[in-house]
């Protein structure tokens, strides 16, 4: 393997934007907190460096310092058309030979109950040219039959993935219909179980899947969600996927949050790329402290809205509202800080000073809100009230275009016609393809950074 100089260890910064400034009396206090780690020096494909010295602890090293497993959707449903499970077989291929050498990783078919592929029997095979050969063979012999329990399956990639002793643990997961085979409390129970012990990628492939189903995985286990409406792409979605799991160098990474005696957080949010409240993860980590996980990193920038609600000061008063640090938990039980800011608050009688909103929070404001009204607007939608869903799809082409997103705008104007955007003012479409409607509501968290 590769040896990396100190200079590929990756470093992180923490950078805070907001307005300080409160008018007498104020409590609310915002500011967007930017976390970026560089320098790891790997992409997808790349060797991991070896552990230099002062490299920070829980970064990947010689040997397998990750591990995969890829969960298969192998339901009856998967033969309907026949294309749709030799499109998943040749995505889990792709996915496989973008695994790196020293790589440990699994197969697992998943229907009402979860199957391993390869290597079978409990364990991990190590990546390298034979065993990546061994899984693609395995890989034929996967057919379509039997129903949909996917906390199943996610129960057996912990217990696989928990043979391994490495930093970074990572589950693709790919299905093409409901969880019809398992109540939502036992996926929920599922969930709970694995949430901390492994990230996972969700793909849904087709349009007979649930996007809420599959979003709330993803959410749970920390990773990403997409449609990938024609099965054709899931070879190139797959790859993509594996390639990005692979970047990963530093995994349980906290957002650490002090605050004053009399503080109290109103919400922490992750706002780029994609919005995931993390307010209801808080984990108490000391006297008015508390931990918000944010995962596994690799060489990436993110974005944080936190909200804190102060005690009440004069004119000429400040105070710290919170210290954010990024920490990582050590084997000894203590953590090492990889980064730290300041939100400030400061009470003043200048009035365009305490009225004045910073861009960051202004625009991750926005972001927000048009992740709600367009989830918002797809339910009124389903539910027959039209006039709900021309209002808030309407609010949310107004806020796409104010912002710059124009992913998200262009989703926008496969579900309506678009009279004029700066205002909102919209029609419904009367026919919507059921790919376009999934597409607009499981992208919707997707967000655009503030523009330059």
């Keep these: ?17 907001q307005n300080e400034y409160l008018p007498e009396g104020g409590r609310e206090v915002n500011g967007i907190v930017t976390v970026t780690s560089t320098g790891g020096g790997t992409t997808g494909g790349m060797p991991l460096p070896t552990r ?12 397998p310092g990750a591990a995969v497993v890829i969960m298969v959707d192998c339901s009856g449903s998967m033969d309907y058309p026949p294309t749709k499970m030799r499109n998943a077989r040749d995505a889990t291929a792709a996915a496989i030979d973008t695994i790196r050498d020293g790589v440990a990783f699994a197969v697992v078919a998943g229907t009402h109950q979860a199957r ?14 034979s065993t990546r050969h061994q899984a693609k063979q395995a890989l034929r012999k996967l057919s379509a039959g039997g129903g949909t329990a996917i906390g199943t399956w996610l129960k057996v990639a912990d217990r696989l993935l928990a043979t391994a002793d490495v930093s970074i643990r990572h589950g693709i ?68 996927m594996m390639e990005t799991a692979m970047g990963k160098e530093v995994a349980d990474v906290a957002l650490r949050l002090w605050t004053p005696q009399g503080a109290e957080i109103n919400y922490v949010k992750q706002v780029a790329p994609t919005v995931e409240d993390l307010t209801s993860r808080r984990t108490d980590s000391g006297p008015r402290a508390g931990d918000y996980p944010t995962g596994s990193w690799g060489d990436e920038s993110r974005d944080y809205h936190i909200s804190v609600q102060v005690p009440p000061a004069g004119v000429g008063q400040e105070m710290l509202a919170a210290r954010v640090s990024l920490v990582l938990p050590q084997p000894d039980g203590s953590t090492q800080v990889l980064g730290q800011g300041l939100v400030r608050a400061v009470w003043t009688d200048d009035m365009a000073a305490s009225t004045r909103i910073n861009p960051q929070v202004a625009h991750y404001t926005g972001q927000a809100e048009l992740a709600q009204v367009i989830q918002q607007g797809l339910e009124a939608r389903k539910q027959g009230d039209m006039d709900s869903a021309t209002a808030k799809l309407g609010r949310a082409v107004q806020l796409a275009s104010a912002s710059g997103n124009e992913d998200t705008a262009k989703l926008l104007a496969k579900v309506v016609d678009v009279v004029d955007a700066a205002t909102g003012t919209v029609r419904l479409k009367a026919r919507v393809a059921d790919a376009d409607e999934m597409t607009l509501e499981t992208r919707s968290t997707k967000t655009v950074r503030v523009k330059k």
């Design 1 to 17: 393997m590769a040896n990396f100089s100190k200079s590929n260890v990756p470093q992180f910064s923490v950078d805070i934007y």
């Design 116 to 129: 391993e592929v390869f290597p079978a029997g409990g364990a991990l095979a190590i990546a390298d040219s």
């Design 52 to 63: 230099s010295a002062g490299q920070v602890p829980g970064t990947t090293a010689a040997g």
């Design 173 to 240: 997961l790919l299905t093409d219909g409901r969880n019809e085979h398992e109540t939502p409390e036992a996926l929920k129970a599922s969930l709970d179980a694995c949430a901390g012990r492994f990230t996972c990628d969700a793909r849904g492939v087709g349009t007979d899947w649930e996007v809420k189903e599959l979003t709330g995985i993803a959410s749970a286990l920390l990773g990403s969600v997409d449609i990938v409406a024609d099965p054709s792409g899931l070879e190139a979605d797959f790859r993509q």
